[in-house]
């Protein structure tokens, strides 16, 4: 029997047995089950990744920010084509890509988020027709390596893997110096916006400054400098290279989701979806996996938003209903979060003041803290729940961090 | 991002008169990757409740870093930025002659390394800027990542104090340099059992947190040392909550005994 046939066997016993851990696991009311599948699958078989990615058109996206909503956009558009496997509830790590690409329809294109610290596990296995790569910035303070670290390793995946083609966002040094390993023919610019510098300030390239002004950036000694995109965002438009406006009508909100809608339809033109197509099928997408949903809490309506890190704030700042509209800050600090929210003294909240603000979370004494020292008048409520009542009635913004958000989209239910 | 410009207190205003407390916030770009930022807010901020005039001038890498601010603030950073700001400092000078004339100095975790004289990195060890004399040239056998919990010396007047620590570097004091207390959850400077050091107008510790967010009473001891006996302070929920947050992340650190004790064991100290 050939290698290949063996591999096949293996990966169809492996995604087999992951699909009965599945189900057992949500017959135990475990949740979806999805991700232990996964796991159990890579038991199974240690190159189950490589095998159930083998004849797809697979789709990588990794950054600090905007990695879910991104690939769901860009699984939006790649849709208009046929199925498209993506990961379960934003589970990026290879037991949730396995899980993903397990649950599609055998040679399904892919749509896959991937964790910074995992694209070369990734890429390696999967040979992926593109990487689209975001931002990188802080998180996670405890646990993940440094961001420079982190660039240095995209950089090597990159310039490794010669058959993809890279979707890259000019406007973050790190980003750029990372993708710029793959030669100018191989990458798509896109001028997606990092509104936060404070992780870039020193040349990735040589460590001298960075300088960032209204043109882009550049390194202030050696030639590292902002490519000049192929895409931007402009006035509710995506302008392409021949300065054609291609319109952006999305349900989800903020400067950010702009971005992440440029960075996916510009994968989805590599992948045979034109310009004006993909964001069409983009537009509808309004809530993901709980971020930007809206649910009744009392007598408030609350809206869920994601922030996990001082660049992810940044974004949020500008997607918030206008002063004076309440707002929710609630901060855990388990290990996904990072156990360490230092960072909170990283996030302007002094813009917070002349709102009703509420601190709230397993950590919220270190909200309550920041926001006095913000001189942001507030309240403690370490429940959620009670703290988006408490401000309600009426429309209620919930800033909330990774754990925190799916503790409370859980508990919101899906009504 | 603006030009850089000359830092308000750079300007040498005579000290008879009625100034702003500079807090100098050094090189936040290179030393500020754990939010050591707010120890320069929590000082100025300090100082305006209690209706002291206070700024916060911030010096960036290219920056021209003033000698005459009141108070400097060093935070935590990644390995090259830690020896480009140690370069920095070394070259500019400033901070030396604003600490040889009574400004105080606040460093945290990269920044006790930084002012030191000699520290490891991924690409060797290098030198500090030399102001106090401590060596970080040894790594710990594990990096240490974790709530930190450190009884201060009883000279200080402090009480417990509490921080997150996240290092790889073992700091040795030289002769003359106290530790700033005895650790009771944590590293600290993997030395023996003391965290970081007082030196004169000098305060060195691995707590992050910012440390000033969590243990007010640091962060009183340092305007006491530039601006004599301090006003009482009229915000009592303010303090009331930092403290309450002390106490619950020591409850979290100290309480955790089975755990800190298997770490303890695995790390083989």
């Known amino acids: 029997m050939s290698r290949a046939a063996t591999g096949s066997r293996r ?36 190159d189950a990744l490589a095998h159930l990615g083998a004849g797809r058109t697979v789709s990588l996206v990794s950054g600090t920010n905007g990695k879910t909503t991104t690939t769901r956009l860009l699984a939006a558009a790649l849709g208009t084509r046929g199925p498209v496997a993506i990961n379960p509830q934003g589970s990026n790590l290879p037991p949730g890509l396995v899980a993903g690409l397990a649950a599609a329809p055998p040679g399904a294109a892919a749509a896959l988020e991937v964790d910074e610290a995992w694209l070369g596990v990734a890429a390696t296995a999967l040979h992926p027709a593109t990487v689209t790569l975001l931002n990188l910035s802080r998180d996670q303070l405890d646990r993940v390596a440094e961001v420079r670290r982190l660039a240095e390793r995209w950089r090597e995946v990159v310039g490794a893997d010669a058959g993809s083609h890279v979707v890259a966002n000019a406007d973050d040094p790190l980003v750029a110096w990372a993708a710029s390993a793959a030669g100018p023919d191989r990458v798509t610019w896109v001028a997606a916006g990092q509104p936060w510098t404070d992780d870039a300030t020193g040349c990735p390239a040589c460590g001298a400054a960075i300088r960032f002004g209204e043109a882009g950036w550049a390194c202030s000694s050696c030639d590292l400098a ?75 309506e609350a809206r869920l938003l994601l922030a996990k890190n001082p660049a992810g704030w940044l974004e ?19 290990l996904a979060d990072g156990r360490d ?18 601190a709230s979370g397993e950590r919220s004494r270190d909200v309550a803290v920041r926001l006095h020292y913000a001189d942001v008048a507030h309240r403690r409520i370490p ?33 | ?87 920095e400092l070394r070259r500019d000078g400033a901070l030396s002659r604003a600490a040889e004339g009574g400004a105080a100095v606040l460093a945290v975790c990269a920044g006790v390394q930084v002012v030191g ?22 790594g710990l056998p594990a990096r240490a990542v974790g709530e930190l919990a450190v009884d201060p010396d009883p000279g200080l007047g402090l009480p417990r104090l509490s921080g997150y620590e996240n290092h790889a570097g073992a700091t040795t004091l030289g002769p003359g340099v106290q530790p700033l207390g005895t650790v009771v959850r944590g590293v600290g400077n993997g030395t023996g059992h003391g965290d970081g050091f007082v030196a004169g107008r000098m305060l060195g510790t691995y ?63």
């Open chain 1, 341 to 358: 929210p230092s960072w909170l003294w990283d996030v302007p909240f002094e813009r917070l003041a002349g709102r009703p603000v509420a």
């Open chain 1, 11 to 46: 990966a169809r016993l492996a995604a087999g047995a992951g699909a009965l851990t599945a189900s057992l696991s949500r017959r135990l009311g475990r949740g979806e089950g999805t991700v232990i599948g996964g796991r159990v699958s890579l038991l199974v078989d240690r």
């Open chain 2, 117 to 138: 004289r000699r520290f490891l990195t991924a690409d060797g060890i290098v030198d500090g800027a030399g102001l106090v004399d401590l060596d970080t040239v040894r």
């Open chain 1, 226 to 300: 902002r490519p000049a995109p192929s895409l931007r965002v402009d006035a509710g438009a995506l302008v392409d290279e021949c300065g054609e406006r291609h319109p952006l009508a999305l349900a989800l909100p903020g400067r950010a989701n702009r971005s992440n809608a440029a960075m996916a339809a510009g994968t989805a033109r590599r992948l045979g979806v034109a310009l004006d197509e993909a964001l069409a099928a983009m537009a509808s997408t309004a809530a993901v996996d709980g971020r930007y949903r809206r649910a009744p809490v009392g007598g408030a």
């Open chain 2, 207 to 269: 707590l992050h947190g910012p440390v000033l967010a969590r243990n007010l009473e640091v962060a009183d001891l340092l305007l006491s040392w530039v601006v004599g006996t301090l006003p009482p302070l009229e915000q009592p929920a303010a303090d009331a909550e930092a403290r309450g947050l002390r106490a619950e992340r020591l409850a979290a650190a100290v309480g955790g005994g089975a755990r800190a004790w298997w770490r303890r064991y695995q790390r083989g100290t």
């Open chain 1, 316 to 334: 949020v700042f500008d997607m918030l209903a206008p002063t004076p509209g309440p707002v929710v800050v609630v901060v855990n600090a388990r």
């Open chain 1, 383 to 415: 429940d959620p729940v009670e703290a988006i009542a408490a401000l309600g009635p009426g429309p209620v913004d919930v800033a909330a961090n990774y754990t925190a958000l799916r503790q409370l989209d859980a508990r919101l239910g899906r009504g």
């Open chain 2, 1 to 87: 991002m603006s030009p850089p410009t000359t830092p308000p207190c750079a300007s040498s205003t005579p000290a008879s008169a009625v100034a702003d407390v500079g807090v100098c916030l050094v090189y936040p770009d290179l030393l500020g990757t754990y939010g050591d930022g707010g120890n320069a807010r929590i000082l100025a901020q300090r100082l305006r409740w209690r209706g002291i005039g206070a700024e916060v001038v911030t010096v960036r890498l290219g920056d021209r870093l003033p000698a005459t601010c009141e108070l400097y603030v060093l935070g935590g950073g990644e390995d090259r930025p830690q020896a480009l700001a140690a370069a």
